[in-house]
């Protein structure tokens, strides 16, 4: 079983820039991966997605200020997020589209001045 591991998460001022990371356990060639968000007391809801081999789709509200990106021979998936509001401040949820979906733990972005 594949695990993954978020990072890169923070405090940031509106308009700042973060870049959150992925680290997988294992390979990642034939998979989608992805990036999810919670906000409190709301559902957990698609970000980012990146499929096996590199196409990307974006939720339209992130469109043009973030990026997906991943490495397959490091294991890696990162998104880069810029020019940041505070409705992006959430917990980013890292996704990989095995069969169960296989969760990263989270990792927090609160974007506050």
């Known amino acids: 079983q594949v695990q993954l591991v978020e990072s890169g998460g923070g405090l940031v001022q509106p308009g700042g820039s973060l870049r959150l990371s992925c680290a997988a356990s294992?390979?990642?060639?034939?998979?989608?991966m992805g990036w999810f968000r919670q906000a409190p007391g709301k559902e957990r809801d698609v970000v980012a997605v990146?499929?096996?081999?590199?196409?990307?789709q974006y939720v339209d509200s992130v469109k043009g200020r973030f990026t997906i990106s991943r490495d397959n021979t490091k294991n890696t998936a990162n998104l880069q997020m810029n020019n940041l509001k505070s409705e992006d401040t959430a917990v980013y949820y890292c996704?990989?589209?095995?069969?169960?979906?296989?969760w990263g733990q989270g990792t927090q972005v609160t974007v506050s001045s």
């Open positions: 996704y990989l589209r095995t069969v169960p979906t296989t």
């Open positions: 990146i499929t096996s081999d590199g196409s990307a």
């Open positions: 294992g390979s990642i060639a034939n998979y989608a």
